[in-house]
């Protein structure tokens, strides 16, 4: 039986590196693995594939009551495919907050840390072994602890994903702002999607005072792109939340550069949120919300209604 290891839908770049990292490990020490996605890899996890050569794993949409699937960088069942209630979870690997709703027939093993990265984990896990590792292995590693970070902007970094980073970066002989600096502007190129597309790209469910919530945020250093087309993003939020089963898409445009995000104010709900959550006064249809870049340490748990 051949493990599948899986990130969440609309998988970033951690949550398509990381199947990988793992897979590679778990096959290494002797359980046949392999990474599977839930979802197309945004641009910058699909830069970072081709720019350490890696294959992008298959696409699934569901699984089966024969599956076993070990969970990276989600515990989320909101985030995983419907068959996971029936599916023979072997493990979690995770850096989210814990949500609850996942069975499992058998206990398992199950590693949550409060690292800004899964990959981090993983290396952890891996101890002897990454010296061993191919160096797409490592590079993806890399690539995953830069993306989470925001080459260490986002306050969710702690010391030991920078020091990590910087290992992985010296034994590559990588420069990490050079890398950073491509993955950044991969994430950035946003042209070729739609605006659901562009909703959906890194988008978490969540219920707040009986209201359910897309959450989504899109990290770039050219928030100008996105912003110049406000308007038409939040008409299609309307769409997409009814399609969704949700009462609201909010979307953040995180700048990186500038470490802010700005909020896209389509309705007076959305208004009344972003008042009561960051302490700010709304008088359009966004509001920048300065040193703001993180959804898992600074927007979701900020936020009210």
Known sequence: MTTLVLGHKSPDT?????????AWYLSRTGTPAKPVLLG????EAAFVLRHWGLDQPEIIADLTAEDEVVIVDTNNPAE???GIHQAKIKGIIDHHMLVGGLKTRAPIEITIRPLACTATILHDLMGPAVASAPTAIKGAMLSCILSDTLEFRSPTTTPHDRAVAESLAADLGVSIPDLAAQQFA??????????AALLRMDSKEYALAGKDLRISVLETTAPAVVLDRKASLMRSMVDVAKADGADQVLLFVIDILREE???LVPNDLVRQMAEASFGVKVSGDTVVLPGIVSRKLQIIPALKL
Do not use: H, Y
Not at 14 to 22: A, E, F, K, N, V
Not at 40 to 43: A, D, G, K, M, V
């Open 80 to 82: 995983l495919p419907d």
């Open 186 to 195: 991969a994430k950035s190129d946003v042209s070729a999607f739609s605006d």
């Open 40 to 43: 197309q890899p945004n641009t």
């Open 14 to 22: 951690d949550s398509t590196g990381s199947p990988i990292i793992w």
């Open 261 to 263: 995000a700005t909020l």
